[in-house]
């Protein structure tokens, strides 16, 4: 068996029956430790999110395995909670509810009501939201939702966090503030995190490593960058690191250089001759 | 400024007293405009279509009532709403209240077996598109068709009543609740499969609290239909009802009490329906983004 605290083995990933069969992922291998954050960057259609569905078991492979802690994984499970990016609360819910349907499904048995409940408020407060516990949803900015979004996936004390785009939705400043207040709360529990993103700034900054992926069909992953900067990071001491910037370089040259994303225009009756070798030298 | 000055100086005691009236007196005219914007507007034009009723049933020669021959021919009625002298002469009230009794039966049926079916055909694709062709069929039948199958079927009015009550409202229930269901975002079944929810907890957590706004459209549509259902079904079974009355007034040439019970069939169904609203939004309140 592998020693790797999450494997992803050869997974191929194939939509659709027949003729339309679309291939998505292509033999797609990755093996995790324990405590390692790792972000999926790519472009749109790339498939970085169908990788994230199929850790959570939300979505089956079509090929290969995912093995979480030596055991195979085939469905969703609150070992691998998942943070949405459009957050996911439930509307009818209050901020407290919302967590609170997590873990008192998660530690039914293991935790008495007491313990429960004082896991909850710990787990808002860990997210700074111990002011809105009696809020829905509606009632707070998206970057409290996202927050009670994160505070809803810690909650239930998975091996392993899955991030998807999770600050995608939310304006710069928030952005910022929100990954500052993952950095400190990684630092504190060493969590496993598995995190979707576009934003090259945000992947340099949060993750041990960067896996960066080919352009859809058929994605793969490129290339794998290993970021050797100490923790805690501060992103504005970050910003005259020749280090960081080299790594930024790094994933920015893989994107727009070996990967540049080629939209081929369904509306044009031809392909224009120079869109058609930029396509060719973009897959070559 | 001379205000701003003043009020400054005033110690906080003296201060309090005007202000508490100042509030009691803001609530009041408060209440007083939303009077004259809500209530004022449709109290003109009623009048106004009462006053012209007046004027074209005056003559002679009119085949209808006046609104004032009504209240006249009426009075004794409209003060005695709980009389009972035996039988079918009964006060409008006991008339309203044993029509009220057939519809809250055959609604509540309705409610249990359309949102479970409208449940069933949410969720499960099979038994959409075996349900729904069926539904989409029978939903067209008039109420009052099925009357005769049912009187046959439990050889007895009260019964029939009710199942024609049932059969007339669940349509809408059975609807809004599948397309409600079936609207449910993938997010949220998403987050239910990360917290592996159960097939109850689901149901109960996720389900009926996203597919709710819904099943209350369904539910107001379907109370509208049932109290329009009533008053024809009860025309044609007879015995206390609503319905009945009118039809015994029209047997007996009383244009006016119809009248009346026509103007009660129209308060008590504005009546369910806001009721009904009441409870949607009681039970709805924060469910929308």
């Given at each position: ?12 990933k ?9 291939c ?11 405590g390692?954050?790792?972000s999926?960057?790519g472009?749109s259609?790339c498939?970085?999110?169908t990788?994230?569905n199929?850790?959570?078991g939300l ?6 395995v995912?093995?979480l802690?030596g055991?195979e ?12 990016q459009n957050?996911?609360l439930?509307?009818?819910l ?7 349907l997590a ?6 048995k293991?935790?008495t ?10 787990s808002?407060e ?7 516990l009696?809020?829905r949803?509606a009632e707070?900015?998206?970057g ?5 979004g994160?505070?809803?996936a810690?909650?239930?004390?998975p ?19 929100l990954q500052?207040?993952v ?7 060493n ?9 090259v700034d945000e992947?340099?900054?949060?993750s ?13 992953i490129?290339e ?8 805690p ?15 930024r ?8 250089e ?13 392909p ?13 | ?19 508490s009236?100042?509030?009691?007196l803001f609530?009041f ?6 009077f004259?914007?809500k209530?004022?507007?449709?109290l003109?034009v009623g009048?106004l ?16 009532p ?5 209240v ?11 009389y009972?002298?035996?039988?079918t ?8 209240l044993?029509s009220?009794?057939?519809v809250?039966?055959?609604y509540?049926?309705?409610?249990i ?8 055909v949410?969720?499960?694709t099979?038994?959409?598109?075996g349900l ?8 067209t039948v008039?109420p009052l068709?099925?009357?005769?199958i049912?009187l046959?079927?439990f050889?007895?009015?009260n019964?029939?009543?009710i199942?024609?009550i049932?059969i007339t409202?669940?349509?809408?229930i059975?609807?809004n609740?599948s397309v409600?269901?079936?609207n449910?975002?993938e997010?949220y ?6 917290l592996s929810l ?11 609290p996203a597919?709710?706004?819904?099943i209350?459209?369904?539910l107001?549509?379907g109370?509208?239909?049932s109290?329009?259902?009533?008053v ?6 007879g015995?206390?009802?609503i319905g009945f ?7 007996a040439?009383?244009?006016s009490?119809i ?13 369910l329906?806001?009721?009904i609203?009441f409870?949607?939004?009681l039970?709805t309140?924060g469910t929308?983004?």
């Open positions: 068996m592998s020693k790797h605290y999450l494997s992803i083995e050869g997974v191929n194939v939509f659709g029956q027949g003729n339309k069969q679309s998505v992922l292509k033999n797609v291998n990755l093996h995790i430790e324990k390692e954050y790792i999926i960057i472009h259609g498939g970085k999110s990788v994230l199929i850790v959570a979505l089956p492979a079509t090929d290969g995912v093995i802690d055991k994984v085939n469905s969703p499970g609150p070992d691998r909670s998942v943070v949405f957050h996911s439930l509307p009818w209050t901020v407290y509810e919302n967590v609170a873990v008192n499904k998660t530690f039914k293991t935790k009501a007491k313990e429960r409940h004082e896991w909850i408020l710990k808002l860990m997210v700074h939201m111990s002011h809105a009696d809020k949803p707070i900015s998206g409290m939702k996202q927050r009670v994160i505070a809803r810690l909650a239930m004390e091996k392993v966090l899955l991030l998807d785009e999770p600050f995608g939705a939310l304006d710069a400043l928030t952005r910022a503030h500052d207040e950095m400190k709360i990684q630092a504190e529990i969590s496993t995190i598995i995190m979707i993103t576009h934003d992947a340099v900054l949060l041990d490593r960067i896996v960066m992926m080919t352009n859809g069909p058929e994605a793969t490129g794998i960058l290993e970021i050797d900067l100490p923790k990071r501060n992103r504005i001491e970050m910003a005259d690191n020749p280090k960081y910037n080299r790594y370089q790094a994933v920015l040259r893989f994107l727009y070996k990967q540049r994303k080629v939209e081929v225009l369904v509306s044009a009756e031809k224009k001759p120079a869109q058609a070798s930029l396509k060719k030298a973009a897959s070559a | 400024m001379t205000t701003k000055a003043n009020s400054i100086v005033k110690p906080l005691s003296a201060v309090s007293m005007p202000v009236m100042d509030k009691t609530r005219k408060r209440v007083g405009e939303s004259v914007q209530v004022l507007p449709a003109i009048f279509l009462i006053l012209i009723w007046e004027l074209l049933t005056s003559s002679q020669s009119a085949t209808l006046s609104p004032s021959r009504v006249t021919d009426t009075w004794e009625l409209i003060i005695n709403p709980f009972n002298n035996g039988g002469d009964v006060g409008m009230g006991w008339q309203i044993a009220l009794e057939r809250a039966y055959g509540s049926l309705a409610v077996a359309g949102i479970s079916l409208g449940v069933l949410g969720q499960s099979w038994a959409m598109r729904d062709p069926i539904f989409q069929i029978l939903r008039p068709a099925w009357l005769p049912s046959a079927a050889q007895d009015s019964p029939s009543a199942f024609v049932f409202a669940i349509w809408p059975i609807i609740t409600g269901v079936r449910i975002p997010d079944r998403n987050v239910a499969k990360v159960n097939g109850y907890e689901y149901f109960t957590k996720v389900m009926l597919a709710a706004p819904y209350f459209t369904g107001r549509i109370i509208g239909l109290w329009l259902a009533i024809a079904a009860e025309m044609l079974i015995g206390v009802g009355f009118i039809w015994d007034a029209w047997n040439s009383m244009i009490d009248v009346l019970a026509l103007v009660y069939v129209g308060v008590v169904g504005f009546l329906d806001k009721f609203g409870i949607s939004n039970v309140r929308s983004n």
